[in-house]
């Protein structure tokens, strides 16, 4: 049964090859950078029609600072709960970077700024919709689809929807381009904290009474030396000072400095661990102070039994379809990272390609209609039992 439907789904979307390519470039061609509302509007709109032509019932929701995120499920409820799909429109690029990288088709790939990060996921979302009604296939849970324009920037005004959401959802699929060119799926992220670390101090002349001074950058190198000591690598656990800056001269002892925390872990008993160390940090050197600030604003994806139930139930469905799947899990994080808190997760199943935030970005084109048959299949089998959760997983 599962191999007939599969089947009848590639035959669409073959028929309609040039349609969904087409459709692709047009979301590429919409350049959407993660600080441009303007542009983001534009996409969404586009997204908000196709999606209405589709049956669909949608709400677009401006941010404050960004474009906002579109919510759309169908007119006509059907099914015994619901199935998130979310996405992101916006991208690393800024505007007018396809000037220099345009959309081009060349050995089997399509290139283009945005499109392997993941205009290429978008797209699947709605082919798979359209295949999935084009068969009369039923699907035993309703599909729900959230498109934001912030994830890049760390999901900040749309992440309090995408929560709410997922407390009530069955299931979530995240269109993030899977891992490497085996096309890995990923079933688990790690966490991602940032924190600021502040120093003051008191200032003096270098070369004139330099022991009336107290220096705020060698306060920081200390606890920099501190920060360090926080990193485990067999555990998964990095810390890194990615930037630092003080001082205003160099003949005065610094009276201020500041460096930034990036901060990865593999579980939520780790984050709280090495949250609760650094904004645990105290001064050594009498006369200055330290103020920090920050915190987890993505945590960890980890692998739980229903994301394995997920991962176990797509891994079936390729078999079906005589794709081999692997699983991974991946250092950086996306909105999977939030949905696997209250339901159960599947995330990286756009297309296979490479080049995220790199020049040379692309998929291969082959590949879009394979991925998009596996989402539709997804969408269409319940095959799993998950109750609902609507409160945290706990460490």
């Not at 270098?206 to 306060?219: K, Q, Y």
């Not at 645990?280 to 330290?290: A, D, F, M, S, V």
């Amino acid at each position: 049964m599962e191999t007939s439907i599969a089947r009848h789904i590639d035959e669409y979307l073959k028929e309609h090859q040039n349609e969904m390519i087409a459709f692709l470039k047009r979301l590429v061609a919409c350049e959407t950078p993660s600080r441009d509302s303007n542009s983001q509007i534009q996409l969404l709109r586009i997204l908000e029609k196709t999606l209405g032509e589709l049956g669909f019932y949608t709400i677009l929701l401006p941010g404050k600072e960004t474009g906002g995120y579109l919510f759309a499920r169908p007119v006509e409820k059907e099914g015994r709960g619901i199935q998130l799909m979310v996405g992101h429109c916006d991208t690393v690029w800024k505007l007018n970077t396809i000037e220099s990288m345009p959309i081009r088709e060349i050995n089997g790939k399509i290139a283009g700024p945005g499109i392997f990060d993941m205009k290429a996921g978008i797209t699947q979302m709605i082919f798979a919709l359209k295949s999935l009604r084009e068969i009369q296939a039923k699907m035993d849970l309703c599909p729900v689809i959230l498109i934001n324009s912030d994830e890049e920037i760390g999901s900040f005004e749309s992440t309090s929807a995408i929560r709410r959401i997922s407390k009530i959802a069955k299931r979530a699929f995240i269109l993030e381009p899977p891992l490497g060119f085996e096309g890995k799926l990923k079933t688990a992220r790690k966490g991602i904290g940032k924190f600021i670390i502040k120093v003051k101090g008191k200032p003096a002349h270098a070369g004139l009474n330099p022991g009336e001074g107290v220096s705020a950058i060698v306060e920081l190198s200390y606890q920099i030396q501190n920060l360090f000591q926080l990193n485990d690598f067999e555990k998964g656990i990095t810390v890194n000072v990615g930037m630092i800056q003080g001082g205003s001269s160099a003949n005065v002892i610094a009276e201020e400095s500041q460096a930034v925390v990036d901060v990865r872990v593999y579980n939520l008993e780790d984050a709280r661990s090495v949250e609760r160390k650094i904004l645990g940090l105290r001064p050594k050197h009498k006369g200055t102070e330290i103020s920090i600030e920050g915190g987890f604003g993505r945590p960890p994806m980890e692998r739980t039994e229903r994301n394995q139930k997920l991962w176990k139930l797509a891994k079936k469905i390729g078999q079906s379809m005589e794709l081999s799947l692997e699983e991974t899990t991946a250092g950086g994080g996306s909105d999977g990272n939030t949905t696997s808190l209250y339901t159960a997760t599947l995330d990286g199943l756009g297309t296979v390609g490479d080049g995220a935030h790199a020049r040379h970005e692309f998929i291969f084109k082959e590949k879009l209609i394979e991925r998009t048959t596996l989402l539709a299949m997804l969408l269409a089998n319940e095959d799993i039992e998950q109750e609902i959760s609507v409160s945290p997983q706990k460490a």
